[in-house]
């Protein structure tokens, strides 16, 4: 037998008349079988549940009767201000806070480099999946001896589904590139990033994820060109915003490098309440150092290299791959790339009641389950133009430089090695897509005898950048 379908509506009898809120009201919602348990009197309004055509037979009732009603399905509300999630046995509280959770959009046939501390590829949680896989770190091979790499992939591409635990991929349908370029004591420098970023590049990675830092406050060089010919070339760089921030001892933090670039989009957390995460950095005034968007970022549960396989930690770096893994979704739903698929992330936002210097436009969320058909409008991203100059020397070892070749030699890249070459300079890394060397050199050599080189644009010195760490572990 077929069970009859139920409604749940608001009945309103709108008057005045105590007599029609008293006896004439509720006899009504008796006499066509309605139950009078949920009618307040005072207001003249009952709850009730029934079938269709008996709230149309009630209204038939109440016009002959002359009584004022009208019926409106019942409506569900919620705390404002006070969402709140958590993990289930089916998801972690992440995929459902930005919606990933029944998204149509796996990812399928979009390419994503995570360019961490490598990769444990015999997780038996990505087994027959496409992982290409590359060290970029001197006498390590790309497996991952730290856990931070494997912790991001599994946020940004591990499963969204599992058949006995809970799902904590954002995008699972994505081709996975391993780029490490932190070595396993969680450490490393512009050479063997930006070779990460060209290597990403070539192989052509529409998403570059980047959970690393390094608390410099002024916009790096290197970033700001890699950051603009990524997007140039169709790809977009997502990096940690930094977890320098002690909110509760009154320290809001900074945006460090390469965040701070105002071509890489920075991504600060929030907690399972929405709030913002202690540790999460603050944007900075002046050029660069904003944060763009948020993501989830404390207490994520995620892949872990053997033999844990699982671990729970904390931070921006957490929150990176959660917008990362969303970007993929929104390459495949839209076909948007580079400064498109920037805008159309920054435009698909949850807004939060924060301050924008502490989470940018919003909680970034999973495309719609179609694909929008209109033009999405442009929003400007932050700072186009390029920073005005360096107001303090970076903390780095001056004998270790990236030098960034003139567009009009990007094809000469060769030559100008030999020139670079031929006063001293030892040529460790040729990042042929990005257009940028990594030398050596002795201290006899300075920044203007190498900038002094024709084809030579600008030369910076080597950042050391390091696993942004986690605020807290939970095993």
């Not at 070779?195 to 998403?207: F, V």
């Not at 992330?345 to 389950?369: E, F, K």
């Not at 030559?415 to 042929?432: D, H, N, P, W």
């Amino acid at each position: 037998m077929e069970t009859p379908v139920t409604s749940r509506y608001v009945v309103v009898f709108d008057t005045s008349d105590t007599t029609v809120l008293s006896d004439i009201a509720p006899s009504l919602l008796e006499a066509d079988g309605f139950s009078t348990k949920l009618y307040f009197p005072r207001l003249g309004i009952a709850v009730v549940e029934g079938r269709p055509v008996g709230f149309q037979t009630l209204a038939a009732h109440a016009s002959e009767r002359k009584v004022p009603m009208s019926l409106l399905p019942e409506t569900r509300y919620y705390a404002i201000g006070t969402d709140s999630y958590q993990d289930t046995d089916n998801a972690t509280w992440g995929l459902q806070a930005v919606a990933a959770v029944d998204s149509p959009w796996t990812g399928a046939g979009v390419r994503m480099a995570v360019l961490d501390t490598g990769f444990d590829a015999q997780h038996p949680d990505f087994a027959g999946r496409t992982i290409t896989t590359a060290s970029f770190i001197d006498g390590e091979g790309p497996e991952d001896g730290h856990g931070h790499g494997t912790h991001c992939i599994g946020t940004a591409c591990g499963p969204r589904s599992r058949a006995n635990g809970r799902g904590y991929g954002i995008a699972p349908g994505v081709e996975i590139y391993s780029g490490k370029v932190l070595g396993t004591d969680g450490s490393g420098t512009d050479s063997t990033i930006l070779s990460g970023i060209d290597w990403a590049l070539q192989h052509g990675c529409q998403i570059i994820s980047m959970s690393l830092g390094a608390d410099v406050r002024e916009v790096h060089p290197p970033y700001v060109a890699a950051g603009k010919r990524a997007l140039e070339l169709g790809s977009i760089i997502i990096a940690a915003a930094g977890n320098n921030a002690a909110r509760s001892q009154g320290n809001p933090g900074f945006v460090g490098a390469p965040a701070n670039s105002p071509y890489v989009m920075a991504v600060g957390a929030v907690d399972s309440q929405l709030q913002v995460a202690d540790f999460s950095a603050r944007a900075v005034g002046g050029e660069g150092g904003e944060v763009d968007v948020a993501g989830p970022g404390v207490d994520v549960y995620s892949s872990w290299i053997s033999p844990g396989l699982y671990r729970s930690i904390s931070g921006t770096s957490m929150a990176t791959p959660h917008v990362s893994g969303l970007a993929a979704l929104t390459v495949e739903a839209t076909g948007k790339r580079g400064q498109e698929l920037w805008d159309q992330l920054i435009t698909q936002v949850r807004p939060l009641s924060h301050d924008p210097a502490d989470v940018g436009a919003g909680l970034c969320q999973a495309p719609a389950a179609a694909s929008p058909t209109e033009d999405v409008p442009v929003v400007p991203r932050r700072g186009l133009e390029e920073p005005a100059g360096q107001s303090a020397p970076l903390p780095t070892t001056p004998q270790s430089w990236i030098v960034t070749v003139d567009p009009d030699h990007d094809d000469d890249l060769d030559q100008v090695c030999q020139k670079l070459e031929s006063i001293g300079a030892v040529v460790t890394r040729r990042m042929s897509t990005l257009g940028m060397i990594h030398i050596q050199t002795a201290a006899r050599i300075d920044k203007d005898q190498l900038t002094s080189i024709d084809g030579v644009s600008a030369v910076d010195s080597d950042v050391t950048h390091k696993v942004n760490p986690p605020e807290a572990e939970v095993q």
